[in-house]
T-cell receptor, first 114, second 111 residues
Framework: DTEVTQTPKHLVMGMTNKKSLKCEQH?????MYWYKQKAKKPPELMFVYSYEKLSINESVPSRFSPECPNSSLLNLHLHALQPEDSALYLC?????????????FGPGTRLTVL | TQLLEQSPQFLSIQEGENLTVYCNSSSVFSSLQWYRQEPGEGPVLLVTVVTGGEVKKLKRLTFQFGDARKDSSLHITAAQPGDTGLYLC???????????FGGGTRLMVKP
């Protein structure tokens, strides 16, 4: 299995809602990532989990809360989002530290905040 | 901040033409990846280069890593409409978990 899966594919939520994005990989990768991508821009790193521990938080607002229940799963909990948070949210995974930091991306969740 | 400059930002060509996309940095990469992304989808990894001077081919795509490992290029021969998409280069400067992305090249190949 060389795939990263993400659910849901699309999500529309109000500013008072609580929702979660889910990501799963079964490649035995030990690093997992959340990125945010706005239209016509490259992905922006939000969080990195390495060996199930949060290793990088790129100054992301607390309304985004990541969780790594185990080495195959990564969640992003959303609460009290703003319309400007509307974007494509991408999950990625890689083997871990090393010269070959190949990251494999999921298909993304298209989030719209009303 | 490690910068990775990608050019051109946008390219519109006719089917059958050749093109080259460039990624440049003032810093050395331990590895560099090229991705292709279609609208509403995640980036798909095309290739990883790690050795200075390395050349890799993927059908009509040729990837080159500079001798000093500070720059890379993607050359597409006889472009086809199916090559249309956003091409992203992404470099790892210190063999860690962070990738620095270039700004992307939006390619449109007209039939």
């Amino acid at each position: 299995d060389t795939e990263v899966t993400q659910t849901p594919k699309h999500l529309v939520m109000g500013m008072t809602n609580k929702k979660s994005l889910k990501c799963e990989q079964h490649m035995g990768h030990r690093a997992m990532y959340w990125y945010k991508q706005k239209a016509k821009k490259p992905p922006e790193l939000m969080f990195v989990y390495s060996y199930e521990k949060l290793s990088i938080n790129e100054s992301v607002p607390s309304r985004f809360s990541p969780e790594c229940p185990n080495s195959s799963l990564l969640n992003l909990h959303l609460h009290a989002l703003q319309p400007e948070d509307s974007a494509l949210y991408l999950c990625a995974s890689s083997q871990g530290q090393g010269a070959w930091n190949e990251q494999f991306f999921g298909p993304g969740t298209r989030l719209t905040v009303l | 901040t490690q910068l990775l400059e990608q050019s051109p930002q946008f390219l519109s060509i006719q089917e059958g033409e050749n093109l080259t996309v460039y990624c440049n940095s003032s810093s050395v990469f331990s590895s560099l990846q090229w991705y292709r992304q279609e609208p509403g989808e995640g980036p798909v990894l095309l290739v990883t280069v790690v050795t200075g001077g390395e050349v890799k081919k993927l059908k009509r795509l040729t990837f080159q890593f500079g001798d000093a490992r500070k720059d890379s290029s993607l050359h597409i021969t006889a472009a086809q409409p199916g090559d249309t998409g956003l091409y992203l280069c992404a470099g790892d400067h210190n063999a860690g978990n962070m990738l620095t992305f270039g700004g992307g090249t939006r390619l449109m190949v007209k039939p």
